[in-house]
């Protein structure tokens, strides 16, 4: 049953290296790729149902008792995260195959999107700060280089934007972890929880609170960090943009999230009302970036941005039902962010451009394509019964209950604005006549099914999301129940020798 | 020492920061690297700095000599040094593609993904 832990780690990296061994061949490394791909689906899934059975699953690797080695801990948090990552990371694999450059897949496109995984699963199942430094830098090398992969100007140009602020965050996150250790004598999670617990009453621990705030705000583009984002994730090619858009930000909010509700609990009258106006800063900030925007991929990058502030503002408010609704809206979020970049790919593929100016009449000449986005961009802007609508209504339940009215109120406005700029696509690319810009070659029947298929995928997750909300709901209020009691999280890491 | 220590990663990450604000990519990836230099600094420091006292336990003696050096914070900085490093050399590879592709290394002449929609190229 531990060994269910380690494999989301270990998977990729397999799939990784035995797609190394074939570089010469591509159609070897493509079949190697899906099948690493799912894989790692079918073990996300088998985790979730393990720790949903009992709680929460703990290795310590190398049976170095905690914490004196490095322990990998799999609650509920983390094993949605990794059951929701693999979920698109599959959608993107099936994409790739159709979108990919020949030239990009021969210069490691596949293992390169595996470590990137690797990375990904590592920074969600850890239980050690030093480990989840070390697994950002993993997950970090691969978007590097699956982002400046090709070598197109932007892409390079990007490219710096996006490599000089991670490092700068890298570089704080560093520093905080030697300043933890330097203060509790421990790099454990929930081992650090319990010796800052004793230091509440000096100022140092709120320093250091605000340290990591700033090392995964860069992360996961908060305000006013969120620069590097929209000028860089329009750069590569669509499959590895929605991957970026999907997961890369989220592993950033997933730290925030974990180290507010088990390490730095002693100060939240100043540490998370910090958080609630980054929140809404970053909700504004991005929406109002989005509506000036003109190309498909820039409005989804800032809608990124803007979605982040609703992620951490059930964090900032941390109440049960808020984290619940940030736990919503990450599952949420994930799902048609990744779908909506993959359509984004379909309007460039379809329309000959991502330029709203330069495509037209998509709905009368693809229309499965216009309701594919239809569905998902409603459902992005919170339109019941879809799943954005069940995210939000918790998330400004949650708000008006804790008397938060301002973000509450700022959070209903960028829900319209968000809707102005989702019918603002459709209206430019789909309502407006075709544009005189060529058509490009039709597709074939695979090439369709390769494109279509992983959108439609996500497209029924999403709408399941929305149409059985309850059991979802359930999942979410238990995994926020479990994140605002860290005493269990500690209790299984440490052992009931504990004393919390 | 302590504070010579303190001085000296302060130094570090003041430089580091001045040369990542210049417009050269060159100096940027330089002032970077001072930062992960400061940042290693700061974790020894953080640690309680120590001569002279090896963490070994003495044959016969139950456990380690007090004010013994902690090992933990240099396997740290070890980590963070070769992490380091890989992310340098590729920020240097691709600062030198970068070059190629635009012939400039000023950071305000990249601006064609900050400029709202995808400009022509000029030549």
Known sequence: ?500 | MSYLFAVLVGVLYGTGFYMMLRRSVVKEIIGLGLLGHAANLLIFGASTLTRGVPPIIAEGSAGLHPGAADPVPQALILTAIVIGFGVTAFAIVLMRRVYEATNSDDLDTFLTTDAGEPREEAH
């Open chain 1, 1 to 500: 049953m531990r060994l269910l832990i380690i494999l989301p780690i270990v998977i990729p990296l397999a799939t990784a290296v035995v797609c190394l061994l074939l570089r010469g061949s591509t159609a070897m490394q493509r079949t190697v790729s899906l099948t690493g791909a799912a894989a790692l689906l079918l073990t996300a899934a088998g985790l979730l149902a393990a720790v949903w059975e009992r709680d929460a699953i703990v290795l310590q690797a190398g049976s170095w008792p905690a914490p004196y080695g490095i322990t990998l801990v799999a609650d509920l948090f983390s094993a949605v995260m990794v059951l929701l990552a693999a979920l698109t990371f599959f959608a993107v694999t099936v994409y790739a195959r159709a979108s990919v450059t020949p030239g990009r897949e021969r210069f490691g496109f596949h293992p390169l999107l595996h470590f990137l995984m690797m990375g990904v699963c590592g920074a969600f199942l850890t239980g050690d700060l030093f480990n989840l430094y070390v697994w950002f830098e993993v997950m970090l090398m691969s978007s590097f280089v699956l982002l400046a992969l090709g070598g197109e100007r932007p892409q390079l140009e990007g490219g710096i934007k996006y490599v000089t602020l991670n490092l700068l965050s890298s570089a704080v996150f560093l520093a905080a972890a030697g300043i933890l250790y330097g203060t509790a004598g421990t790099l454990n999670m929930a081992d650090a929880a319990l010796r800052l617990r004793s230091l509440q009453d000096s100022g140092l621990p709120t320093v250091l609170g605000v340290m990591f705030l700033v090392a995964f705000g860069i992360k996961a583009a908060a305000f006013p960090f969120f620069f590097w984002l929209p000028a860089s994730y329009h750069t590569p090619p669509v499959p590895i943009a929605a991957l970026f858009a999907g997961l890369l930000t989220k592993v950033g909010v997933y730290a925030m999230i974990r180290v507010f509700t088990l390490i730095f609990t002693g100060a939240t009258a100043f540490t998370h009302t910090l958080i609630l106006w980054i929140a809404g800063f970053t909700m504004v900030t991005g929406v109002l970036g989005a509506m000036s925007q003109n190309d498909v991929r820039r409005i989804l990058s800032f809608h990124i941005v803007s979605q982040i502030g609703y992620m951490i503002m059930g964090l900032g408010i941390f109440t049960p039902l808020a984290l619940a609704g940030s736990v919503f809206y990450i599952i949420h979020h994930i799902i048609v962010k990744t779908n909506l970049f993959l359509i984004s790919g379909l309007i460039n593929r379809t329309g000959g451009s991502f330029c709203l100016q330069k495509v037209g009449g998509l709905y009368a000449r693809v229309p499965v394509l216009a309701f594919l986005f239809l569905v998902s961009a409603l459902s992005l802007a919170g339109i019941p019964p879809l799943s954005g609508f069940w995210a939000k209504l918790t998330l400004l339940r949650a708000g008006i209950e804790a008397q938060q009215w301002e973000v509450a109120a700022v959070s209903l406005a960028v829900s319209l604005l968000t809707l102005y700029s989702m019918s603002k696509i459709w209206s430019e690319a789909f309502w407006a006549p075709p544009a005189d810009t060529p058509a490009p070659a039709p597709l074939d029947r695979t090439e369709w099914w390769t494109l279509f298929g992983p959108v439609m995928l996500l497209l029924l997750v999403t709408a399941a999301i929305g149409f059985g909300a309850e059991p979802v709901f359930r999942l979410a209020a238990r995994t926020a129940e479990q994140l605002m009691t860290p005493d269990l999280y500690i209790r299984t890491v440490l052992g009931a020798a504990a004393q919390p």
